[in-house]
């Protein structure tokens, strides 16, 4: 494998992904003194940055990815996004996919009661805290901080505070390919749906909105890069307009 000048690489903090066309992570040797964690898991771009940051840290291994479907439609909450989908990304990145099933239009006690349910089960085989790619919502930090105590766990947060437009740059650099699956229409107009997250995306953002999206502008789907060994594959199906105002294009698997 070539080198990669460090020098040529836009840096975000210590954050540093090899930028070589083809190129698939090597990850270290699992010790035994690393620390079991969970990853909540919404198969998008944030999700595949934080994990990306974990398999990095030798304190940590991920022994899971935790991600809600809900029940009857069996799609990412929110993301709009298949299981056949997450599952097949999941087998490419050779993690295990922990699914916590959610109701449609569940409370947030439901909510709460069913994803404790899951952690509980990984906590008492040995997991000792849950991971998330939240990146500045303060409120948000606090919820799951929050709920996670109610365990006894702490919260990680490997992305926290960074600088989103050089978070999303750096995505797009390292070689990692993401599809919008869904755009908040309040914010940005619905032909951003289906396009992919490369630096045509990032320039025709408008500058008002965060460019990762943190606020629920949009929301993605990772299928290639650099933590794969395989291309997930699909195709664009048909497009949908729900509550008047979340734009979400569908991904068929292939095959």
């Known amino acids: 494998m070539r080198a990669v000048c460090a020098a040529h690489i836009p840096k975000t903090n210590n954050f540093l992904i090899e930028a070589v066309p083809g190129f698939r992570y090597t990850r270290p040797v699992v010790q035994d003194t690393q620390q079991s964690i969970l990853l909540c898991w919404s198969g998008g771009k944030d999700s595949a940055l934080a994990l990306h940051e974990l398999l990095q840290d030798r304190e940590y291994r991920v022994a899971a990815l935790l991600t809600t479907v809900t029940e009857g439609y069996e799609r990412v909450s929110m993301h709009g996004v298949r299981r056949a989908l997450l599952e097949r990304q999941a087998a490419a990145l050779e993690l295990r996919l922990e699914r916590v099933s959610i109701p449609p239009e569940a409370s947030n006690q439901v909510y709460d009661d069913r994803w404790l349910e899951a952690v509980e089960r990984f906590r008492a085989s040995g997991v000792a805290a849950v991971a998330f790619g939240d990146i500045f919502l303060a409120d948000v930090r606090r919820y799951r901080e929050e709920t996670l105590a109610r365990l006894g766990m702490p919260a990680l947060f490997p992305l926290w505070g960074r600088d ?22 309040q914010v940005l107009g619905r032909e951003f749906a289906g396009r992919q997250i490369d630096r045509q995306f990032l320039a025709r953002l408008p500058a008002a909105l965060d460019p990762c999206g943190e606020n629920g502008e949009y929301h993605s789907f990772v299928y290639d890069g650099p933590l794969f060994r395989r291309r997930v594959g699909f195709r664009v199906g048909q497009a949908v307009l729900r509550e008047e105002r979340f734009h979400y294009v569908d991904l068929l698997p292939d095959g």
């Open 164 to 185: 989103t437009r050089a978070l999303l740059e750096r995505f797009i650099w390292a070689g990692f390919k993401a599809i919008i699956t869904c755009v908040d229409t």
